[in-house]
């Protein structure tokens, strides 16, 4: 079984940076592929970041990619998400889910694991 726990979250201004980490134990991390989906109030929860076992493969939704990254070092067992430019749009509850294929998927059903997760609330 695995563990995941989100940190990283709080209230940033429109065109600012955060930086989420995601904590993996209860395996080493290197089993899983890990991403980042997030729900805004009132929303469905949506892919955000992939990322695969050893970082070299990555999968960005259309509404982060070129302004964010993920990143993960395992031999800290922690997954990363690093967003720039935030948008008043970001605003959600960030969850860190893994899962053990190997594709990046994007649905909520590929991944068997999930987080609390952390908020972003973003002011304009």
């Known amino acids: 079984q695995v563990q995941l726990v989100e940190s990283g979250g709080g209230l940033a201004q429109a065109g600012g940076s955060l930086k989420l980490s995601c904590t993996v134990s209860?395996?080493?991390?290197?089993?899983?592929?890990l991403a980042w989906f997030r729900q805004a109030p009132g929303k469905e929860r949506e892919f955000v970041a992939a990322i695969g076992r050893n970082g070299v493969g990555r999968n960005y939704s259309g509404s982060v990619k070129g302004r964010s990254t993920i990143s993960r070092d395992n031999a800290k067992n922690t997954l990363y998400l690093q967003i720039n430019s935030l948008k008043p749009e970001d605003t959600a509850l960030y969850y860190c889910?893994?899962?053990?294929?190997?594709?990046?998927?994007?649905?909520?059903?590929?991944?068997?694991?999930w987080g609390q997760g952390t908020q972003v609330t973003v002011s304009s």
């Open positions: 889910a893994a899962k053990i294929s190997d594709n990046l998927g994007t649905k909520e059903w590929e991944y068997p694991w």
């Open positions: 209860g395996r080493t991390s290197t089993w899983y592929t």
